[in-house]
């Protein structure tokens, strides 16, 4: 469980490092829906993984 919580956190840190470089790209959305935006990638990621164990 640990070595897949690792993996888990470090995909994770990938993807919001990506929405940071990103958003200055997206500059025409408001932080609300960045933040909708990265949330719902979240629960997406946790739902792909789940169903691959």
Sequence with gaps: MSEYTEVWRQW???KINQ???SK???AKFT???IMEDELSE???G???NLRKN
Aim: hydrophobic share 35%.
């Design 12 to 14: 994770l840190g990938k």
């Design 19 to 21: 929405k940071k470089r």
């Design 24 to 26: 200055e790209k997206r």
């Design 31 to 33: 932080n609300g829906k």
């Design 42 to 44: 979240i629960v997406i």
């Design 46 to 48: 946790l739902t792909i």
